[in-house]
């Protein structure tokens, strides 16, 4: 359910810019997920874009935000299918990136922050990179056979006097309570001179624009704060990193979030995790028939996910910041 909210003056201090008077904006349900009833109420602020929810009125709620299913697991028959695809696009699209910034630095150690069923850790080590994954979800974690995902938190890891020369944050931070307090406490974890990848939906891309409260990037509930560019970048130099490159196009990202916003029913994560709730199947005949249909908007899609990209509105941003 959506409802606009622009007569009702409720405001709230912007977690990102400190702007006092973010106006509530929409009230939305779990479209995508169904993992939750009811309804959340999200903020906008005028000055830096950002579209967030006010922790107080939902922290005790986060946990029940995430459904069982909700990370994908590697398996046989249809999901090495799938496994495939999704290797070749975080190849393409995270990897690459990655692999961009740590050229002739191959002793450099990498932590993936919420790295899901480890992905990225598994392809970052097959292409040369001493890198590890950190994973609050235990069903996630226990889906990794290499030893290199750390069940648990950064407080952990801190604790334990861990450090690394690079962190990465693939649509993590937009979950997090409090973004500000969370990138300054990430510090400790890096070495001097240490390096952030921050990828996360930008409510300033045209696919943003285009759909409003039916955006696929809000996520709602899950996503807490949805950045724009302008407010990451200014969130990232107000907790001590300095921007070294912004990247507008993902592959994995960009198109998907243009079909899932188009067509909810089809999105294949949520329907997997519906289907999983419905039945306690995680695959179905209807289900792969879904992920054809889908594949196919998928590929459709792209020319629109380039061209927003190619202007500087990309539906995800990918950010490259330091500190000395
Ligand atoms: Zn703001």
Request: proline residues 4%; glycine residues 10%; charged residues 25%.
């Amino acid at each position: 359910m959506t409802t606009g909210l622009r007569d009702e003056k409720v405001f709230r201090e912007c977690p990102v810019c400190d702007y006092p008077r973010a106006q509530a904006h929409w009230r939305l349900g779990d479209r995508f997920f169904g993992a939750v009833p009811g309804n959340f109420l999200l903020y906008r602020c005028e000055a830096c874009a950002c579209v967030f929810q006010d922790v107080a009125e939902i922290e005790q709620r986060i946990p029940s935000f995430y459904p069982p299913g909700y990370w994908w697991k590697p398996g046989a028959g249809i999901s090495g299918l799938e496994r495939a695809y999704r290797e070749w696009v975080v190849r393409r699209d995270q990897l690459s990136f990655v692999l961009s910034l740590t050229q002739g630095q191959e002793k450099l150690r990498c932590l993936d922050i919420g790295c899901g069923e480890a992905t990225f850790v598994r392809l970052a080590v097959a292409a040369g990179l001493d890198t590890y994954g950190l994973e609050q979800s235990k069903e996630a974690a226990d889906c990794d056979r290499s030893g290199r995902v750390f069940h648990g938190s950064e407080r952990d890891l801190i604790e334990n006097g861990e450090k690394f020369g690079l962190l990465t944050l693939f649509h993590s931070l937009e979950h997090m309570a409090e973004p500000f307090d969370y990138l300054r406490g990430l510090q400790k974890l890096l070495t001097r001179p240490g390096g952030l990848v921050v990828q996360a939906p930008n409510t300033e891309s045209l696919q943003a624009r285009l759909f409003g409260s039916r955006w696929y990037g809000l996520d709602c509930p899950r996503h807490i704060t949805n950045f724009s560019l302008y407010g990451l970048c200014y969130l990232l130099g107000k907790a001590g990193y300095r921007i070294r490159r912004v990247r507008h196009f993902s592959l994995r990202d960009n198109a998907a979030g243009i079909a899932s916003s188009l067509f909810p029913m089809l999105d294949p994560m949520s329907q997997k995790v519906r289907l999983l709730r419905r039945t306690g199947a995680a695959h179905s005949v209807g289900l792969l028939l879904k992920e054809l249909v889908y594949l196919n908007l998928f590929l459709l899609a792209q020319p629109l996910a380039a061209l927003e990209a190619a202007l500087g509105r990309g539906g995800t941003v990918t950010i490259y910041a330091t500190i000395d």
